[in-house]
């Protein structure tokens, strides 16, 4: 079975903080994606690693960045959080290159920003 | 630009009957369509998928059904039951430069009525 686990279930941070949002994948899967949610806006792709050290920005990177140092973690970091970075934030992974069409996501994180 | 289209936020059906669920796309090289179903505070979890090169494809009481001239793609449900009940998103893979990402729509909340 394909686990994806992310750091926190739920997280409030101030205006200003850097934040560090964790996702682990233990099925060797090459790619990873960081998602947010919200409502009537769907899933937009913040940023995807298809590996180690390579990140390719998605639709909305603006006001992120990504760390993959390991195959199996992919750190999504907000440099200085503002409110309408206020989300739920999903982790994904999927296996090889271009391959089978399926990814795999985590529970989510529910950032709250004050 | 909403490459992706989910135009129905909502739909109610009642148990037994047939769910019927909508997705139009703008880009004729996705390669793969996926729907994806969530429940609150929990991950998407994947339900199935098509091949751009099938009209049809089923598993169990899921079928989707890819109509690439229209592009368009919608997700049948039969007989749909109570835990079915969540949000249906339906999401389209783009490869480029050996690579792909997944575009997601808004999603459509299907509540199936006991």
């Known amino acids: 079975d394909v686990k994806v686990t992310q750091s926190s279930r739920y997280l409030v941070k101030r205006t200003g903080e850097k934040v560090f949002l964790e996702c682990v994948q233990d099925m060797d899967h090459e790619n990873m994606f960081w998602y947010r949610q919200d409502p009537g806006l769907g899933l937009r792709l913040i940023y995807f690693s298809y590996d180690v050290k390579m990140k390719e920005k998605g639709d909305i990177p603006e006001g992120y960045s990504v760390s993959r140092e390991k195959k199996e973690r992919f750190s999504l970091i907000l440099e200085s959080a503002s409110t309408n970075q206020t989300s739920m934030y999903l982790c994904?992974?999927?296996?090889?290159?271009?391959?089978?069409?399926?990814?795999?996501f985590g529970p989510g994180t529910r950032l709250l920003v004050l | 630009d909403q490459q992706v289209k989910q135009n129905s936020p909502s739909l109610s059906v009642q148990e037994g009957r047939i769910s019927i669920l909508n997705c139009d796309y703008t880009n004729s090289m996705f390669d793969y369509f996926l729907w994806y179903k969530k429940y609150p505070a929990e991950g998407p979890t994947f339900l199935i998928s098509?091949?751009?090169?099938?009209d049809k494809n089923e598993d169990g009481r899921f079928t989707v059904f890819l109509n690439k001239s229209a592009k368009h793609l919608s997700l049948h449900i039969v007989p749909s039951q109570p835990g079915d009940s969540a949000v249906y998103f339906c999401?389209?893979?783009?490869?480029?430069?050996?690579?792909?990402?997944?575009?997601f729509g808004t999603g459509t909340r299907l509540k199936v009525l006991a």
């Open positions: 098509i091949s751009s090169i099938k």
């Open positions: 999401a389209a893979r783009a490869v480029t430069s050996g690579t792909y990402k997944y575009i």
């Open positions: 994904a992974s999927s296996p090889e290159r271009v391959s089978k069409e399926t990814q795999y």
